[in-house]
């Protein structure tokens, strides 16, 4: 989960980068990724992802998902910290 967290930090930093259109960009992905819930997520990884070739094992796939979700958490925890909603 460690590459969660360095990715949401990575996103808190390209937001402030102050680009607005990388902004837009990231806080919409970060707002649909939010607001799905994990099941699905995970549901939609593991069985989508093979239908345009990429094969994942359910372990990588559940680790795949749980990043990605928990990279949209952390980058609200670390923006909030720095006030760029």
Do not use: K
């Not at 990724?33 to 994942?56: A, C, E, M, N």
Request: charged share 10%; net charge positive.
């Amino acid at each position: 989960m460690v590459s969660g967290i360095v990715i949401g930090l990575a996103v808190a930093l390209g937001r402030i980068s102050g680009s607005r259109v990388l902004n837009g960009i990231l806080l919409t992905y970060v707002e649909i990724w939010r607001d799905v819930p994990l099941i699905v997520q995970l549901l939609v990884i593991y069985f989508t992802l093979p239908t345009i070739g990429i094969s994942l094992p359910g372990f990588w796939a559940g680790v795949l998902g749980l990043s990605l979700n928990l990279w949209s958490l952390s980058f609200r925890s670390l923006s909030f910290g720095h006030n760029l909603d």
